[in-house]
């Protein structure tokens, strides 16, 4: 059974070559990009790289992560494994010994916490939404929500869904989540207005992928407060309401659905 790799980037130059050279232990089969048409010379490197298939389109960070999906489904056997990987990480041996060791024990209706590793025939049911954040918050919760165990220990949990402030020992540079949540935007900047606008539709899908019980709930967890500031979460909570919140549980929003150790991971 082989491993297949997909992924989504923008303006990861910088860390490009690292990251996938910090990967390649692993020993993929192929390697899936979607360039979100990168201005820093990303797409260019993509293309030299060996084992990497890359294609251009303008997409969310989600939507990229579907497109490069489908294209790996279109290489890849049913019983074989596939994996995301962010492309300004930098893996440490200690991942790639993580992913070895999981990929030997993983069954049919599991789902490891990392990369979404699993068998190549359950990513054929379970699609990643048209999302610029909480789209892997999102997934898991559907996946846990059709079956699946999410598999992981508790640490591993919180390093991904904890908060900031946690030691990952397995990756070097990870600015996409945690404290680094704004960073990982910025490079979408361009001019104030533009990422103003990006930054209200995050607002909207942060709600869509997490689906906090109530506006309070979602404010409360999300803003620093202020009056101006809770209006606009107002309007974006309106709005994710009116575009379809993907909720997974009557009681709990997906967060907490999905960190219940009671229904999902090993303890």
């Given at each position: 059974m082989a491993l297949f790799i997909y992924g989504t980037v923008f303006n990861n130059a910088k860390w490009l070559e690292r990251s996938i050279g910090s990967i390649r232990p692993l020993k993929p089969a192929g390697i899936f990009v979607v360039d979100n048409f990168s201005t820093d010379g990303t797409y260019e490197k993509l293309r030299s790289m060996k084992g990497v298939q890359v294609v251009q389109r303008r997409c969310s960070h989600g939507q990229g992560r579907q497109l490069s999906l489908e294209e790996l489904l279109k290489n890849?056997?049913?019983?074989?494994?596939?994996?995301?990987?962010?492309?300004?990480?930098i893996y440490k041996p200690a991942y790639?010994?993580?992913?070895?060791?999981?990929?030997?024990?993983?069954?049919?209706?599991e789902v490891f916490i990392f990369g979404m590793l699993s068998k190549v025939k359950a990513n054929r049911k379970i699609p990643w939404r048209d999302m610029l954040t909480s789209e892997d918050l999102e997934r898991h919760a559907h996946f846990k929500a059709s079956g699946y165990r999410i598999v992981g220990t508790?640490?591993?949990?919180?390093?991904?869904?904890?908060?900031?402030?946690?030691?990952?020992?397995?990756?070097?540079?990870d600015i996409a989540v945690g404290e680094n949540f704004y960073k990982r935007h910025s490079r979408y900047r361009g001019s104030n207005l533009k990422f103003m606008v990006r930054m209200f539709k995050v607002l909207i899908d942060n709600e869509r992928g997490v689906a906090f019980r109530s506006f309070s709930d979602f404010y409360s967890k999300s803003s620093r407060g202020g009056i101006f500031l809770k209006a606009a979460f107002l309007f974006a909570y309106v709005i994710a309401k009116i575009r379809g919140v993907y909720s997974y549980n009557a009681s709990v929003n997906n967060l907490e659905y999905v960190m219940d150790r009671n229904e999902s991971g090993r303890k």
């Amino acid at each position: 059974m082989a491993l297949f790799i997909y992924g989504t980037v923008f303006n990861n130059a910088k860390w490009l070559e690292r990251s996938i050279g910090s990967i390649r232990p692993l020993k993929p089969a192929g390697i899936f990009v979607v360039d979100n048409f990168s201005t820093d010379g990303t797409y260019e490197k993509l293309r030299s790289m060996k084992g990497v298939q890359v294609v251009q389109r303008r997409c969310s960070h989600g939507q990229g992560r579907q497109l490069s999906l489908e294209e790996l489904l279109k290489n890849a056997k049913d019983d074989d494994f596939a994996m995301y990987m962010d492309f300004d990480t930098i893996y440490k041996p200690a991942y790639i010994k993580l992913v070895n060791a999981s990929m030997r024990s993983l069954k049919d209706k599991e789902v490891f916490i990392f990369g979404m590793l699993s068998k190549v025939k359950a990513n054929r049911k379970i699609p990643w939404r048209d999302m610029l954040t909480s789209e892997d918050l999102e997934r898991h919760a559907h996946f846990k929500a059709s079956g699946y165990r999410i598999v992981g220990t508790k640490d591993q949990f919180m390093m991904l869904y904890g908060g900031t402030g946690l030691k990952n020992p397995y990756y070097d540079n990870d600015i996409a989540v945690g404290e680094n949540f704004y960073k990982r935007h910025s490079r979408y900047r361009g001019s104030n207005l533009k990422f103003m606008v990006r930054m209200f539709k995050v607002l909207i899908d942060n709600e869509r992928g997490v689906a906090f019980r109530s506006f309070s709930d979602f404010y409360s967890k999300s803003s620093r407060g202020g009056i101006f500031l809770k209006a606009a979460f107002l309007f974006a909570y309106v709005i994710a309401k009116i575009r379809g919140v993907y909720s997974y549980n009557a009681s709990v929003n997906n967060l907490e659905y999905v960190m219940d150790r009671n229904e999902s991971g090993r303890k």
